[in-house]
C-alpha cells in the first residue's frame, strides 16, 4: 500500500486521518519491543517488574531473560504519511489482565497478533479472541534469536489460521519490519471494510 501524500506542492495539507492498532499475543511474545521499534514518541509503558503472582500461571521458561509485564498497555505513535497517524496499543499478556483488551479495542481499526514459534500454543487464546469480535486482524510471526524457524504455511497449519487471514514473518527490533506489520494492518482492515459493504454486511 503506498502511503505517499496525494497533495499537490503547494496546495493546502488535506485532513489528517487517525487509526488505531491494537498489538496482541501471549506472555513474552515481543508487543512492547514492537511497539517501542516504531514509535516516534517515547511510548508509554506500564511495565512491571514480575513477583510472585505469575508463579504458577506465567510460563517465563522460554524467555527466562524476562523481569517485567505489561500489566495495562503499551501506547506508541507513527506517521505513515502526512495524512495519516497510527496510534499503537499494546496488550497485555498475562492471562490475568486480559480483562482489559475489550477497552483497549474499542474504536480499533484492526490488530497485530503476534507468535512466538517456542510457544506456539499460546497463540491459540489471542486468535480465538479476535476471531470471535469480527475485528480485522494479522499474524505477525516474531523471529527471535534461536526460535525454531518454519514456513508460513507450517505456522498456518499448525494454528488453523483461516486462508483470510494475512500471516508475516517479522522482527519486532527492527522498525522497518514492524511498519511492514502495520501496514498490513492497515490493508487488510481497509480490504474487510470493502468486502463488507460489497456484500451488505452492518458492522457495530
Known sequence: M?????????????EITSAKIVIAGGFGVGKTTLVGAVSEIEPLTTEAVMTAAGAGIDDASKVPEKGTTTVAMDFGRIT??????????????QTRFWFMWDELIRGAVGAAVLVDTRRLTD????????????????????????????????????????ARVPLIMCDAR???????????????AMATLVAQHEEGVVVG
Do not use: Q, W
Not at 503506498?2 to 488535506?14: I, L, M, V, Y
Not at 527492527?174 to 487488510?188: F, M, P, T, W
Open 174 to 188: 527492527h522498525r522497518e519490519s514492524v511498519k511492514a506489520v502495520l501496514i498490513g494492518v492497515v490493508e487488510h
Open 123 to 162: 497463540a491459540f487464546a489471542p486468535l480465538d479472541y479476535f476471531e470471535n469480535r469480527h475485528l480485522p486482524y494479522l499474524v505477525a510471526v516474531n523471529c527471535f534469536d534461536g526460535a525454531p524457524r518454519y514456513e508460513p504455511d507450517e505456522v498456518r497449519e499448525a494454528l488453523a489460521i483461516p
Open 80 to 93: 505513515m504519511a502526512e495524512d495519516l497517524i497510527l496510534y499503537l496499543f499494546g496488550t497485555p499478556g
Open 2 to 14: 503506498d502511503f505517499a501524500s496525494s497533495e499537490r506542492a503547494g496546495a493546502p495539507p488535506s
